[in-house]
């Protein structure tokens, strides 16, 4: 089966301090992986993707991931926390052979604190 | 270049009439991909289109239903409406297979 788990729903993180969230995939297949961010009442914005090009991939506002096959992880990371960061964040896969299909994870709440 | 839109942006219905959502994408971009969102299901893959063609189905009932115009704006139809259809309809346009999408801004379907 095709699916994608974030591991926690909600993180909460101090301005300035490091952001991690975590991604893990299941799939036989090579995915495509995104991740996506969502403000309030606002639509979805695209960070990074994960193509099968370079397994470390930096996307917008100083977001990063690292693709690990091994591990079938792709968590996205940020050295600094900003107040603006705080959003919902999608891990988001699609597969060769599912046409224009996204599969979302649940989602993880960013909150910052100052 | 402008960004996906959709119209109307909210929109409240009673229990079983029919709805027409509106999607335009990019410009050049021929796929359409249509996405349910509510706080229980998360974001649900309803169908795509492209060409004009159906070429994806997600699992959800016949009374929901899409088409696609030769200038690749999309429509999606819901007919004989439940509360339970009460969501945020996305949709999101991209330029090829597997490529990222981009998403509009979505409408707020309530349903009374």
């Known amino acids: 089966a095709q699916s994608v788990t974030q591991l926690d729903s909600h993180v909460s993180v101090s301005e300035g301090t490091p952001v991690l969230l975590r991604c893990n995939y299941s799939?036989?297949?090579?995915?495509?992986l995104f991740w996506y961010v969502q403000h309030p009442n606002k639509g979805l914005q695209l960070l990074l993707k994960?193509?099968?090009?370079?397994?470390l991939v930096k996307g917008i506002n100083g977001f990063e991931a690292e693709f690990k096959k091994s591990e079938t992880s792709f968590h996205l990371t940020k050295p600094s926390a900003h107040m603006s960061d705080a959003a919902e964040y999608f891990c988001?896969?699609?597969?060769?052979?599912?046409?224009?299909?996204?599969?979302f994870g649940q989602g993880t709440t960013l909150q910052v604190k100052p | 270049k402008a960004g996906v839109t959709q119209t109307p942006r909210y929109l409240i219905k009673t229990r079983g009439q029919q709805v027409t959502l509106s999607c335009s994408p990019i410009?050049?971009?021929?796929?359409v991909s249509w996405y349910q969102q509510t706080p229980g299901q998360g974001l649900q893959f309803l169908f795509e289109?492209?060409?004009?063609?159906?070429?994806n189905k997600g699992n959800f009932p016949g009374r929901f239903s899409g088409r696609q115009f030769s200038n690749s704006r999309s429509e999606m139809n819901v007919s004989t409406l439940e509360l339970g259809d009460s969501a945020l309809y996305l949709c999101?346009?991209?330029?090829?297979?597997?490529?990222?999408?981009?998403f509009g801004p979505g409408t707020r379907l309530t349903v009374l």
């Open positions: 799939s036989s297949y090579s995915p495509s």
């Open positions: 289109y492209f060409s004009e063609t159906q070429r």
């Open positions: 999101a346009s991209s330029y090829r297979e597997r490529n990222e999408q981009f």
């Open positions: 994960y193509t099968s090009a370079a397994t």
């Open positions: 988001v896969v699609s597969f060769s052979g599912n046409t224009g299909k996204l599969i």
């Open positions: 410009s050049g971009h021929r796929s």
